[in-house]
């Protein structure tokens, strides 16, 4: 008996905040969810399932698995820029045909704050990024799936330092 | 009109707690302030639901909204963030928590800084300031894998200041070992000591470090790839090949259980396929 009324009264707390909606509103999306917006996204890129873009951390990830390439190519394309110190996250989707789209670039500085970086080392990074192809599809339960992904440049004095995951 | 969607949520929690039975996380009945024990159950409620999900953040930000001071919920708001590569958010909500609860959270965003962003500087200020804090305890990582003087060890290496990364290798690991055992060292101790040593060129002290990581766990790639490149640096192509065969044969396991993975992040001194035919290649180029 008590336990169910602690589950009502738990009830009535959560519909209480519920009826609140200007106090606290609910997203629409996800968490990093990337949305797509057409003046800035490739329309023929095309998602599988819309509706379950899985996280790259829900199954083997390609970019781990050969992060060591990737770094190398990173690293021997990239023009070094003198300047600026921070991080640059470039986001995208990995469709279930292996071809990316919806790319977003994320910049801030060494005390995690929003900065701009030089168009020559952000630009630089996206163009370098986009320009990777034949990406291999998320793969769960022997069937594929969309997926997100994000690779951060970790840059001092011009130069990638580190890159992440 | 979004206010009758919400009250789905309530019963879908519910629904949750009857059947899966996996409802409690905190225990709430131990806060004696009404707000911070409203805060935990809508908190705890988050748990129903995918992380990062607009249901999961609608019940951490009612948390909040509760008790802004309540720092769990901070912290778990914070979590996508970290995953999903928007380190600007993330920095904002874990230090909220951090400042209301430095010692359950201090240590986890110093672990987060060395882990995601590779910020060294970053993360031994929040580890030494922890350090501190905890009265110098061993304590561990989230994901248990790391004692943390361990973490400010490769901090201080990475940043060149090999006479403190050292001094943190001595406490994470003889300390440790002192007062625990072997069993109480962490899975990847003597590997990162082992190539720490190597970088110096204390070649001996690297391969007894070695052999330590075997007595831990004796079937990583990376640990017999790099005995495998010591023993080509000191000109011992017989057992540089045995050890480097070695180290294919267990990386190209596809169980994925025999070399260091995490599924987040490349840790540090990983070792992939390409450096293990690298260093065969190499092998083969220095004659019999």
């Given at each position: 008996m008590?336990?169910?009324?602690s589950v009502?009264?738990?009830?009535?707390?959560?519909?209480?905040?519920?009826?609140?909606?200007?106090a606290?509103s609910?997203a629409?999306?996800?968490?990093?969810?990337?949305?797509?917006?057409?003046?800035?996204d490739?329309?023929?890129f095309?998602?599988?399932?819309p509706?379950r873009?899985?996280?790259?951390?829900?199954?083997?990830?390609?970019?781990?698995?050969?992060?060591?390439?990737?770094?190398?190519?990173?690293l021997?394309?990239?023009t070094?820029?003198?300047g600026q110190?921070?991080?640059?996250?470039?986001?995208?989707?990995i469709?279930?045909?292996?071809?990316?789209?919806?790319?977003?670039?994320s910049?801030?500085?060494?005390?995690?704050?929003?900065?701009h970086f030089?168009q020559?080392?952000s630009?630089?990074?996206?163009?370098?990024?986009?320009?990777?192809?034949?990406?291999?599809?998320?793969r769960?339960?022997g069937?594929?799936?969309d997926?997100?992904?994000?690779?951060?440049?970790?840059l001092?004095?011009?130069?990638?330092?580190?890159?992440?995951? | 009109?979004?206010s009758?969607h919400?009250?789905a949520?309530p019963?879908?929690?519910?629904?949750?707690?009857?059947?899966?039975?996996?409802?409690?996380?905190?225990n709430?009945?131990?806060?004696?302030d009404s707000?911070y024990?409203?805060?935990c159950?809508?908190?705890?409620?988050?748990?129903?639901?995918?992380?990062?999900?607009?249901?999961c953040q609608?019940y951490?930000?009612?948390?909040?909204?509760?008790c802004p001071?309540f720092?769990?919920?901070?912290h778990?708001?914070?979590?996508?963030?970290?995953k999903?590569?928007?380190f600007?958010?993330?920095k904002?909500?874990?230090?909220?928590a951090?400042?209301?609860d430095?010692?359950?959270?201090?240590?986890?965003r110093?672990?987060?800084?060395?882990?995601?962003?590779?910020?060294?500087e970053g993360?031994?200020?929040?580890?030494?300031?922890y350090?501190?804090?905890?009265?110098f305890?061993?304590?561990?990582?989230?994901d248990?894998?790391?004692?943390?003087?361990?973490i400010?060890?490769?901090?201080?290496r990475?940043l060149?200041h090999m006479?403190?990364a050292?001094r943190?290798?001595?406490?994470?690991?003889?300390s440790?070992r002192?007062?625990?055992?072997?069993?109480?060292?962490?899975?990847?101790?003597?590997l990162?000591?082992?190539?720490t040593?190597m970088?110096t060129?204390?070649?001996?002290?690297?391969?007894?470090a070695?052999?330590?990581e075997?007595?831990?766990?004796?079937?990583f790639?990376?640990?017999y790839?790099?005995?495998?490149c010591?023993y080509l640096?000191?000109?011992?192509g017989q057992?540089?090949?045995?050890?480097?065969?070695?180290?294919?044969?267990l990386?190209?396991?596809?169980s994925?259980?025999?070399?260091?993975?995490?599924?987040?992040?490349?840790m540090?001194?990983?070792?992939?396929?390409?450096?293990?035919?690298?260093?065969?290649?190499?092998?083969?180029?220095?004659?019999?």
């Amino acid at each position: 008996m008590k336990m169910i009324l602690s589950v009502l009264c738990f009830f009535l707390e959560l519909a209480s905040y519920a009826q609140q909606p200007t106090a606290i509103s609910r997203a629409d999306t996800s968490v990093g969810d990337i949305i797509f917006n057409k003046s800035i996204d490739d329309s023929s890129f095309r998602l599988c399932d819309p509706a379950r873009v899985f996280q790259y951390y829900n199954t083997d990830a390609y970019f781990l698995d050969h992060k060591d390439s990737f770094s190398r190519y990173f690293l021997n394309s990239y023009t070094p820029v003198e300047g600026q110190e921070g991080y640059i996250t470039v986001k995208f989707i990995i469709n279930c045909e292996g071809s990316t789209g919806r790319f977003r670039l994320s910049e801030m500085d060494g005390n995690y704050q929003p900065c701009h970086f030089d168009q020559r080392i952000s630009g630089q990074l996206l163009s370098l990024v986009k320009a990777l192809k034949n990406w291999a599809p998320a793969r769960y339960n022997g069937k594929y799936f969309d997926s997100y992904q994000y690779i951060t440049f970790h840059l001092q004095k011009g130069k990638i330092v580190s890159i992440s995951p | 009109m979004k206010s009758t969607h919400y009250l789905a949520y309530p019963l879908l929690v519910i629904w949750a707690l009857v059947t899966s039975g996996a409802f409690a996380q905190y225990n709430c009945s131990i806060y004696t302030d009404s707000s911070y024990a409203r805060a935990c159950r809508l908190y705890n409620a988050s748990d129903s639901f995918y992380q990062g999900s607009p249901q999961c953040q609608y019940y951490l930000d009612s948390s909040i909204a509760v008790c802004p001071r309540f720092a769990p919920a901070w912290h778990e708001k914070s979590v996508p963030y970290l995953k999903r590569g928007d380190f600007i958010t993330w920095k904002r909500l874990i230090d909220r928590a951090v400042e209301l609860d430095p010692l359950q959270f201090l240590q986890y965003r110093g672990w987060c800084r060395f882990k995601f962003l590779r910020d060294y500087e970053g993360a031994l200020l929040d580890l030494k300031r922890y350090d501190t804090l905890t009265g110098f305890r061993h304590n561990y990582s989230n994901d248990g894998n790391y004692e943390l003087h361990i973490i400010m060890a490769l901090c201080e290496r990475e940043l060149g200041h090999m006479q403190e990364a050292w001094r943190y290798f001595a406490m994470g690991i003889d300390s440790v070992r002192a007062q625990g055992g072997n069993a109480a060292l962490g899975l990847y101790d003597y590997l990162h000591l082992a190539v720490t040593k190597m970088r110096t060129g204390d070649y001996p002290g690297a391969i007894k470090a070695l052999r330590e990581e075997n007595n831990k766990y004796d079937k990583f790639a990376d640990t017999y790839y790099y005995l495998g490149c010591i023993y080509l640096l000191t000109g011992n192509g017989q057992l540089a090949r045995q050890y480097l065969m070695q180290a294919k044969a267990l990386i190209s396991d596809h169980s994925g259980k025999y070399h260091v993975y995490d599924i987040y992040c490349q840790m540090p001194d990983v070792v992939y396929p390409s450096d293990i035919d690298s260093a065969l290649a190499r092998l083969a180029s220095s004659g019999p």
